[in-house]
């Protein structure tokens, strides 16, 4: 899958843009109107919540769908039960690239080809 880097745990704040490093899903996605119709890998959107345990992004095209306001992300603990360095299914990206990827979700495309 692409190249986007984890997210380091620090960088994590209300804001930032970011894409899903995850694979494409349709799990949290309930209206079948909604459009993109899933999740895709290198997704963009902005975090809205950046609590470390659950951190919430609201996704482009799916801001009213449990795939932004209900599933959250987080950093894979470590010994002591701290947080680990990175969360691994979120990449931060530039305000370019996410702009980008918007555009080509708008358009009806893959956020990255």
Known sequence: MGGD?????????????VAYRGPDTDRDILNPQTQPPMLFHGHPGRITSPAIQHILVDWVGLENEPASFAVGYCPHTIDGGWAG???????E????????????????ERPIP
């Open 5 to 17: 880097e984890a997210i380091a745990t620090t960088r994590v704040r209300q804001g930032v843009p």
């Open 85 to 91: 360095p990175v969360v691994p299914a979120l990449a």
């Open 93 to 108: 990206i530039s305000e370019d690239e996410y702009l980008l990827r918007k555009q080509r979700i708008d358009k009806g």
